[in-house]
């Protein structure tokens, strides 16, 4: 066995254990919603993911102070989580998981436009196309879902979208932060950013914005969204260390069939024939990006070496 396959195949297991816990996190957040306001759930998993983070980063010593453009970025990442979070709690407390996973799996189509859009990225007709494909399988997944749950259907949408904005302030702050870092920052600011709106919304009654003392079990629930964000995401940050994004992006498409088990086993929801055709269109059309994406990379022109 080489060097380079002791360093992926770590990098795989990794993957794998996220896609298996990330979908933990959207379990917690559905038995919490029964009782527990969507606003609350995601200050929880905000201030969790802090304190869980905070001895890892200082154990690690990966700093503490920032540039000013940094802390913005910081800031803005935050918000979009925030938003992404919130949009995903809020379509999981009537929908079942695996569909809001599965319209919320467009991140990488809306991904792929904004990068040509805002950055000027490199997008041929054929990811363009496999990107439209994604998007209607996405609607396979939402018509019934809208029928049957209405406009909250269209929640996992603003989850994609949102995503897709904090992965671009990502791709800014990767250079200049270490990830551990970046995520107890994020965290951070995302505590400091909700304490005040969810101050608000309680002495306004705003009913998802409210707060409620938990009971019981509901502690760990709450718990458990911050616990499970915080482990996963720390899996895919090493993942990435170990293997290349190539590598693990199709990977990242069995979060789908985790969430559809434990969605069957916890709560006894199962995806119907149409949204199985969306879950595999969508899936497919990811896949066919990435390969092209690969090519890409291919066959970009290498500089001529200097004479």
């Not at 559905?30 to 304190?51: E, H």
């Not at 990068?115 to 018509?143: M, T, Y």
């Not at 199709?250 to 199985?276: C, K, M, Q, S």
């Amino acid at each position: 066995m080489t060097a380079s396959s002791d360093r992926i195949l770590p990098g795989v297991a990794l993957m794998i254990a996220f896609c298996v816990l990330a979908p933990l996190l959207d379990v917690c957040a559905k038995l919490a919603s029964a009782t527990i306001p969507v606003g609350q759930i995601t200050g929880a998993r905000f201030l969790v993911q802090a304190a869980l983070m905070l001895p890892v980063v200082a154990l690690m010593g990966t700093g503490w102070r920032m540039s000013r453009r940094m802390a913005g970025l910081v800031a803005l990442r935050a918000i979009f989580l925030i938003l992404s979070t919130y949009s995903f709690v809020a379509a999981v407390t009537v929908m079942p998981i695996a569909d809001a996973l599965a319209i919320a799996f467009v991140e990488p189509f809306i991904l792929l436009i904004l990068g040509r859009i805002l950055f000027g990225d490199e997008v041929g007709p054929r990811r363009i196309a496999a990107s439209i494909v994604g998007f209607g399988g996405a609607l396979l997944v939402i018509q019934p879902s809208l029928m049957a749950f209405g406009l909250v259907a269209l929640w996992p949408l603003g989850t994609a979208v949102f995503f897709a904005f904090y992965m671009l302030v990502t791709r800014q702050m990767s250079r200049g932060m270490h990830p551990v870092s970046m995520q107890f920052h994020t965290a951070l600011a995302g505590v400091l950013l909700l304490v005040p709106v969810l101050a608000w919304g309680h002495a306004a009654g705003a009913p998802t914005l409210t707060l409620v003392y938990p009971d019981g079990m509901v502690w760990a629930f709450l718990f458990g969204v911050g616990f499970w964000a915080s482990t996963s995401h720390m899996c895919m940050t090493y993942a990435l260390k170990f293997a290349p994004s190539a590598t693990l992006a199709p990977l990242h498409y069995l979060e789908i069939v985790a969430a559809v088990g434990l969605g069957y086993l916890v709560f006894g929801d199962f995806p119907n024939l149409l949204t199985w055709a969306g879950i595999a269109t969508i899936a497919a059309s990811g896949l066919y990006i990435i390969h092209r994406e690969r090519l890409s990379a291919r066959v970009l022109p290498t500089p001529a070496p200097a004479p």
